[in-house]
């Protein structure tokens, strides 16, 4: 079975400041990973996903985030924020070769001030 | 663009009615999915189906059952409702085959159960 941790539940940023959202997951078979976006009374959309290759992953919104194996992270950031990146945000994992059943973290909540 | 309609956004029930949720998706998936999303719970899988008439249990499946008749719809059933039950049930789908297939999600039926 796979886990996801995201140990904050809210991160506050200013605008323009950078941003790490962090993302720890447990498997003990290779697995793909995603984050998802959804913003206030939306569903999710996907921000990203690491299937092979470049452990450096660019999503949209000027997000990027990296795939480390030894630490079992993949960790989300942002140079600069805006305040429309107010959003929670999933980290998700699925083992390959499935049927894409993901596993969610429990979220962090992304809030952009001024 | 891939769109996934759910039948309600909001909807309010009383404890022991029999509660139907609709998802379509207009991309000629083979995969859906529904999960429930709670505060500090992240999403959690119900049940998914990988192909019409096909279904399998998620990891929270008590008290839920699912329909899936045509390919692009997939019904979420709730026998008896209940106040345990109240949360924001969100519908996925995705292609077959590779597990790095992205999921696309519905906005969303935010459920009361009174």
Redesign the interface.
């Known amino acids: 079975a796979q886990s996801v941790t995201q140990l904050d539940s809210q991160v506050p940023v200013f605008e323009e400041a950078p941003v790490e959202l962090r993302c720890n997951y447990s498997s003990s078979v290779s697995v793909y990973l995603f984050w998802y976006v959804q913003y206030p009374n939306q569903g999710l959309q996907l921000l990203l996903k690491y299937l092979s290759g470049s452990t450096l992953v660019k999503g949209i919104n000027g997000f990027e985030a990296e795939f480390n194996k030894s630490q079992t992270s993949f960790h989300l950031r942002k140079p600069s924020v805006h305040i429309s990146d107010t959003a929670e945000y999933f980290c998700a994992v699925t083992p390959t070769g499935t049927a894409s059943k993901l596993t969610f973290g429990t979220g962090t909540r992304l809030q952009v001030t001024l | 663009d891939v769109k996934?309609t759910q039948s309600s956004r909001y909807l309010v029930k009383r404890t022991g009615e029999k509660v139907f949720l609709e998802c379509v998706q207009d991309m000629d998936h083979e995969?859906m999915?529904w999960?429930r999303q709670d505060p500090?719970?992240?999403?959690?899988?119900i049940y998914?189906s990988?192909d019409v008439k096909m279904k399998e249990k998620?990891d929270i499946p008590e008290g839920y059952s699912v329909s899936r008749e045509k390919k692009e719809r997939f019904s979420l059933i709730l026998e008896s409702a209940s106040t345990n039950q109240t949360s924001m049930y969100?519908c996925?789908s995705?292609n077959?085959?590779?597990?790095?297939?992205?999921?696309y999600?519905?906005?969303?039926t935010r459920l009361t159960v009174l």
């Open positions: 996934v995969n999915f999960y500090g719970l992240g999403l959690r899988l998914f990988y998620g969100l996925a995705s077959e085959g590779l597990a790095g297939n992205t999921q999600f519905g906005p969303g």
